[in-house]
């Protein structure tokens, strides 16, 4: 029978030893060298069963076919328009996928989207060479106007959002902020500019806090001392 | 006969060192680490957008490491920016030595660029900057096989001995062999291998063992560094 | 006008800034540690908020210069390091870089705290040569208030090495300190819109208008300025910015001296 020498949310790190017998499954970001299960990165030990897995801690936001971000423009040709995704990879967004307008041959697309311009988009396409194509057609996804966009860890995302969204529900009450949150570590908060700066500082909390339980409460209490 | 060293230390015993993770807000990842009066800063920034074109491989990240010394650095005159035939040589020898632990073939077409900079050396400096950067690349959530520890070793008159300071490195009275050497904690293999000197191969053997008695002391610092940080949470 | 410089012009008439500081706060804290490297014959190490420079001084013996034969010199280099920014190339320093080493250079030089007779050792012949090197190690903006402060106070750590024989023996360190007979400070004011601030962060700065950096003797003095940006700017402008400098310059001589 194979035993773990690590437990439940113990943080390792890459060439870590996890542990040793054939009956134990190596998961995502884990592998096997003999009998022995060693980590893969840094990241924090997740055991379901016989399955060992890590959650990475830090990396950087890597496309990946359906996710919504938060893009900013940065070029534009005959066809579309080029945009920074916050990874590696640009993304194009054709004409035809950026909206049901029609649009003439030679058209100024300035018009619709400029350079410097940020826009919350989902990823459609990506290819084994990791050329990404983006949409802005369907629900929730457009233009963004005014507010501010800051720069979070994209393995905070899910804590931002909270279950069935209810972390950035409550931000969104407690300030009356518009934010939109997006998978690739961009989030776009839009209301007074105190309220901005208060969610700004709250999701700064719950991203160094995030592994700490209760945390929806403590958020809570912040916003309430902050308003 | 070298009968003491010149700081009282062991024959087999490492300068005081040190390691920080996450010490360079803007990169990806960083670290810094310390063998006495070396230190050196390594940071990461990538998997991001390689230019020019040609230098892309459509397989896999490229990693790129640069390592350069501080005008400040030397305890003698200033060291000229803007790097040297040395520091070249450096960039290259620490680059392959960190490759075997990384898996770049999820980024094709990109790079991960380490910057190794010390603002004080004091002999083991590539060394101390492949510490720094194993914890920088891990900071930066890159997959890797296992982290890399790095330590000098080396003969100084007729004793076989462990991170070679300045003054050992300079030693006038007798044979001296200074040797860099890189391992793989967990798999023992080695990364990087140099030499410079006059040394019968037998003390080879001997000084690869005590070579990898001291890098399993620096994998546990890395590893308590690493842990720390991410410990807080962030 | 882009997202983010609209954003930032709102704020400011409202007069509020992205991070909550007021128009002419500096971020806290402002530390500066003297001597933070044994290799250097002077050093600090700055770091305002999360903008950390180093620097270092180096000193050297050389001819001096053939009009001046009895006084020695600094000369100041800068590195933008791409390990700060990732926008920072590896190369010899750019524009961005030189103009830095040279108002940095400026503020020490024109305020002359450093008696450069005081560092000839035999005239027409042999004088001591002050190498100062700045080198940023992470910029979150305001690099050359951190980078001028640095400086100034890695000179007043500076120490002379042992010089006998016309050889520099850089591992005896004398008793003998660099005389410093003023602290020049350096203050970056800059317009965004209508509003002025001072300390800008990454974000200020790639929507800035002007930025002028002023740099003051103790007795309020200018010995130098230095006007940044491409957009055309009023006299008024100037001496409102001019006066902002030298209000916020004491706080920043006091932080040195303090």
Known sequence: MGKFFVKQKDIVVPGEELAEGMDILPSVWTY?????????????VDIKGRTIKLIPLSGKYIPKKNDVIICKVTDISFNGWRVDTNSAYPAMLSIREATSDYIAKGTDLTQYLNIGEYIVAKVINVTSQKLVDISMKGPGLHKLRGGRIIRVSPHKVPRIIGKQGSMVSMLKRETKCQIVVGQNGLVWIKGEPDKELLVEKAIRKIEKESHTTGLTESIKSFLEKGL | MYEKRLDGRDFDEVRKMEAKVGVIKRADGSAYFKFGNTWAYAAVYGPRNLYPKFLQDPSRGILRCNYNMMPFSSSGERVRPGGSRRSKEISLVTTNALLPVLDLDEFPNSVVDVFIELPQTEAGSRCAGINAAAMALADAGLAMKDLVSAVSVGRVGDKLLVDLDYSEEAYEEGPVADIPIAIMPSSGKITLLQMDGLLPKEDLKTLIGMARKACRRIYNLQKTALKEKYKSGE | MDNLKE?????????????GRK????????????????TAEGSAWVRIGETEVMVGVKMDVGEPYPDKPDEGTIIVGAELLPLSNPNFEAGPPGIQAIELARVVDRGIRESKCIDFKKLC???????????????????AGNLFDAAALGAVAALQDTVFPKYEGDKIDYKTKTNKKLELNDSPVSVTVCKIGDSFIVDPTI???????????????????LCALQKGGSSAVTEEDIMKMIDIALEKGKELRGVLNG
């Open chain 3, 7 to 19: 954003h930032v012009v709102t704020l400011l008439k409202l007069n509020k800034r992205l991070d």
């Open chain 1, 32 to 44: 096997r060298e003999g009998d022995k299960i060693i980590a893969r990165r840094v990241g924090l």
């Open chain 3, 203 to 221: 974000e200020e700065e790639k929507v800035l208008d002007t930025r002028l950096t002023v740099a003051t003797k103790s007795d309020g003095t």
């Open chain 3, 121 to 139: 050792i035999k005239k027409g012949e042999k004088v001591w040569l002050i190498m100062l090197d700045v080198i940023t190690l992470n910029d």
């Open chain 3, 23 to 38: 128009l002419l706060e500096y971020r806290k804290p402002i530390k500066i540690e003297r001597g933070f490297t044994k």
